[in-house]
């Protein structure tokens, strides 16, 4: 391939900076396809539903507007509706009006759901840990995490929450 003259401005990345590149864009694409599979099979939970239930436990009384939701769960809104869907014919979940304007639609977590969620934290837990947490090592995890909540929140803000989420 002949070499590109690149527009001024613009460095080629470093050998490490593409390395880095390159295993960043493979494990954002092969982390949650491994969580999904094996939330599936050990918990008839797809990461996204875990997802949901898991955002909703930790928001002010177990419950958050559709639009809201999807954004922590980093989908979109008509994609929750179907999860919201699927989650409220097992019984965990209830979408109502909001009392706030009655206009807008307002997701909340059933008993039920934050029991379920329960069921399924542990199994969620060890893979996130096996999977991920157990490959980072002596990595500064503080600065990780900053720096991609940057990458993420530059591109499409940053989730806000209205309270500290809940541990356990």
Do not use: C
């Amino acid at each position: 391939m002949k070499k590109q003259r690149l527009p001024a401005g613009i460095d080629p990345l470093t050998v490490e900076e593409e390395a880095a590149w390159r295993a960043l864009a493979r494990a954002v694409l092969v982390v949650p396809r491994v969580l999904d599979a094996e939330m599936l099979e050990s918990q008839g939970l797809n990461i996204t539903e875990y997802n949901v239930l898991m955002n909703l436990s930790e928001a002010p009384d177990h419950s958050l507007r559709m639009r809201e939701l999807a954004n922590f769960v980093s989908i979109t809104v008509s994609g929750l509706t179907r999860v919201v869907e699927r989650l409220s014919r097992q019984g965990l979940v209830e979408r109502v009006r909001a009392e706030s304007d009655g206009r807008g639609q307002v997701a909340v977590l059933t008993p039920a759901g934050l029991e379920r969620l329960r069921q399924a934290w542990p199994s969620h837990l060890a893979a996130v840990r096996r999977h991920v947490i157990d490959h980072l090592g002596d990595l500064d995890l503080v600065s990780l995490a900053e720096a991609l909540a940057n990458i993420a929140s530059a591109e499409v803000g940053p989730p806000v929450r209205r309270t500290a989420p809940r541990r356990g």
